[in-house]
Nanobody
Framework: QVQLAESGGGLVQPGGSLRLSCAAS????????MGWYRQAPGKQRELVAT??????????DSVKGRFTISRDEATNAKITVYLQMNSLKPEDTAVYYC???????????WGQGTQVTVSS
């Protein structure tokens, strides 16, 4: 099993910044995709940004140039992924979910979600 611990959501004014963190622990593998998805009220869950164990990154067009995903693999027992969100817009308001997927092993793990609200 894999446990995901998210933190960093909150309320911010338009143009502001937030940083989300997600720590994966447990039965984790070094070959993986990990990242963030979001779901706004009345909308489907959508990809925000992902990174891999090899360092490849992928971003939704709507966040390119504003959001940056990074990862920390300081120990073999934990992977931490960060999402730095700058120049936030009201349309970024959503529940943000962390996701971890090993590539060569079964499993698709989700965090509990953290609320991000961009409002003046």
């Amino acid at each position: 099993q894999v446990q995901l611990a998210e933190s960093g959501g909150g309320l911010v004014q338009p143009g502001g910044s937030l940083r989300l963190s997600c720590a994966a622990s447990g039965r984790i593998f070094s070959i993986y995709v990990m990242g963030w998805y979001r779901q706004a009220p009345g909308k489907q869950r959508e990809l925000v940004a992902t990174t891999t164990g090899a360092g490849y990154t992928n971003y939704a067009d709507s966040v390119k140039g504003r959001f940056t995903i990074s990862r920390d693999e300081a120990t073999n027992a934990k992977i931490t992924v960060y999402l730095q969100m700058n120049s936030l817009k009201p349309e970024d308001t959503a529940v943000y979910y962390c996701n971890y997927r090993p590539i060569y092993a079964p499993g698709d793990y989700w965090g509990q979600g953290t609320q991000v609200t961009v409002s003046s």
